[in-house]
């Protein structure tokens, strides 16, 4: 069986959160009872208990709440060549719909953005990283 | 009335720690022997170890970092302690505080009279590579950790919000490490015994002897800015920013309040508890305060009738520098946005208003995870009875107060502690 996973089914979870990434489409979960706006997508309203969700496309427009240059990072960011001489940036981005997420922050090229402050407007950029077969879209955001 | 009460009293009536630091050689269940040891000898009246009715202990994880689960009945069976039921409890870097809580619990509801709490965790088998990557699992693997955060990155970042807020810069957070390594220097458990002056000309010595130019660092603000003794980690963070890479552990002796002469000539009564939970680090609605921290810390006030005002010293988590300023402000010691100022006028010092961190801390003590709540009720235990030696705050501290945090603030556990 090799049928299409029908979107209205995807499920409200990384896996469904991810398949859309991988689609260039930054999808949150939004709770058909009460209207709250889950990113992470979830199966469960933490705020009303709803089990009712519904798949919605975010705007990608955000803004900059707190950030970070990793000069010491994770084996899987050494990995993409990132090192102490050559950090990463990773921050907290608040969206315009409400929710805020966690991503790398890049400038032009993949660098690290030449001008970086807490407050400064920031949009979603899809992001290939890894290598060859393991190639992914990542979450990652630019001024 | 308080909404939460302990169903009956308890009491500590002995604490102690092995040495925090590196130890190549030793497991987990090596050091947790030694603190069982160092707790034993600080029962006044004697423990028989066969009185123990059960074992709670604190330990993030020795799964990735020793590749060993089930960890608590090893601790027993180490400590003689067989057949006695021993829990492992595990939320991250507060394992070590819920722990002690559990425990706490587990007594007030009349089930035990005499508790061990202990904490453990052996770190160094590991690179400091693979260190960050099992820390980064107290983290959400699933929308974090492919971000790249670590956990200095996630406490950087709360740096930054925290600077834009309220105008602080990264110097400001110096008088925090300079501090905790001035207590730390009295401390003869502690992984770093020198203050910053005495690694400032260490390193000089280093240079000198390496024919080197000797560089010219004025003072400890000046050795701090300089990346080459003080590199980035997670800027802005830099390397004496964060607690360290530690083993150790810590175990403390829990008792039914009715019992707590019968092994302390001076116990102290365990008169608040809070615990709180919260969301993954990206899903708060403010980045600059640790909503479980406060709600641990009024839930304890609230049990003891108390205030931070009265409270006479405590031990915080101070993992990074800019979370001991932050715990500063959630604990209700200082407004918020004022305690960077506080700690740079002193009022955090062991002849301030209110002590913290007189053993040196997260950062100087050492931060082997699990063991860290309890490591820090080791320290109040010592304060409250007047015997911390070269570091004893000066003024009687019949009131304390221990501030153990998991992750970026998931968990939080508090307890406030009396002396009569």
């Given at each position: 069986m090799n049928t299409p996973v029908a979107e209205d089914i995807r499920p409200f979870n990384h896996t469904g959160f991810y398949q859309y990434l991988a689609e260039r489409r930054l999808m949150a979960a939004r709770c058909a009872t009460c209207g709250e706006i889950n990113l992470p997508p979830r199966a469960l309203c933490p705020r009303c208990f709803g089990t009712n969700m519904e798949w919605i496309e975010l705007s990608g427009e955000g803004q900059l709440e707190g950030f970070t240059l990793i000069h010491v990072g994770l084996p899987a960011m050494a990995a993409e060549g990132y090192n102490r001489q050559n950090p990463y940036c990773s921050g907290v981005v608040r969206l315009a719909e409400g929710p805020a997420v966690a991503a790398q922050i890049v400038g032009e090229d993949g660098a690290i953005p030449t001008t970086i402050e807490v407050g400064m407007p920031l949009r979603v950029v899809f992001f290939e990283i890894g290598k060859a077969e393991n190639r992914s879209i990542a979450l990652v955001f630019k001024p | 009335m308080p909404r939460h009460k302990l169903g009956r009293g308890v009491a500590v009536a002995g604490a102690g720690m092995s040495r925090f630091g590196l130890f190549p050689g030793q497991s987990g269940r090596d050091l947790f022997v030694e603190a069982f040891n160092a707790m034993r000898q600080s029962v006044d009246?004697?423990?028989?170890?066969?009185?123990?009715?059960?074992?709670?202990?604190?330990?993030?994880?020795?799964?990735?970092?020793?590749?060993q689960g089930q960890l608590a009945p090893i601790l027993a069976d180490w400590t003689g302690l067989l057949p006695r039921p021993a829990t492992r409890v595990e939320d991250a870097c507060a394992s070590g505080g819920v722990a002690l809580r559990q425990?706490?619990?587990?007594?007030?509801?009349?089930?035990?009279?005499?508790?061990?709490?202990?904490?453990?965790?052996?770190?160094?088998?590991l690179s400091i590579e693979r260190v960050t990557d099992v820390l980064s699992t107290a983290a959400d693997v699933l929308y974090e950790t492919p971000a790249g955060f670590t956990f200095p990155g996630f406490y950087a970042a709360i740096a930054t919000a925290y600077m834009t807020r309220y105008q602080a810069t990264t110097e400001m957070l110096m008088d925090v490490t300079i501090k905790n390594h001035q207590n730390g220097a009295y401390n003869e458990?502690?992984?770093?015994?020198?203050?910053?002056?005495?690694?400032?000309?260490?390193?000089?010595?280093?240079?000198?002897?390496?024919?080197?130019?000797?560089?010219?660092?004025?003072?400890?603000?000046?050795?701090?800015?300089?990346?080459?003794?003080?590199?980035?980690?997670?800027?802005?963070?830099?390397?004496?920013?964060?607690?360290?890479?530690?083993?150790?552990?810590?175990?403390?002796?829990?008792?039914?309040?009715?019992?707590?002469?019968?092994?302390?000539?001076?116990?102290?009564?365990?008169?608040?508890?809070?615990?709180?939970?919260d969301g993954a680090f990206y899903s708060r609605p403010d980045l600059v305060s640790l909503r479980s921290a406060r709600a641990a810390a009024w839930e304890a006030y609230e049990m003891a009738g108390v205030g931070p005002r009265d409270i006479k010293m405590a031990e915080v988590h101070d993992c990074f520098t800019i979370a001991e300023i932050i715990a500063s402000e959630d604990l209700g010691f200082f407004e918020p946005g004022?305690?960077?100022?506080?700690?740079?006028?002193?009022?955090?010092?062991?002849?301030?208003?209110?002590?913290?961190?007189?053993?040196?801390?997260?950062?100087?003590?050492?931060?082997?995870?699990?063991?860290?709540?309890?490591?820090?009720?080791v320290e109040v235990w010592k304060q409250m009875r007047a015997e911390a030696g070269g570091r004893q705050v000066s003024r009687d501290v019949n009131l304390a107060l221990t501030h153990n945090v998991g992750g970026t603030g998931q968990t939080s556990a508090v307890h406030i502690f009396e002396r009569r």
């Open positions: - | 009246r004697g423990l028989d170890p066969r009185q123990i009715d059960a074992i709670y202990v604190g330990n993030f994880n020795s799964e990735l970092f020793e590749n425990g706490i619990l587990a007594i007030a509801s009349g089930a035990y009279d005499i508790v061990l709490v202990g904490g453990v965790e052996k770190m160094s088998g458990k502690a992984q770093f015994q020198m203050t910053i002056r005495q690694v400032m000309e260490k390193a000089r010595e280093q240079a000198a002897a390496k024919g080197l130019p000797a560089p010219g660092w004025k003072n400890e603000y000046d050795f701090l800015s300089d990346p080459r003794a003080n590199p980035p980690i997670a800027a802005p963070l830099c390397l004496y920013d964060c607690s360290p890479i530690s083993d150790g552990a810590a175990a403390v002796l829990l008792v039914a309040e009715n019992l707590a002469k019968a092994f302390s000539s001076v116990p102290l009564y365990v008169i608040g508890s809070g615990q709180a939970s004022t305690g960077v100022k506080a700690a740079q006028d002193g009022m955090t010092a062991r002849d301030g208003r209110v002590p913290l961190n007189t053993s040196g801390g997260l950062k100087a003590k050492g931060h082997p995870v699990g063991a860290s709540g309890v490591g820090q009720v």
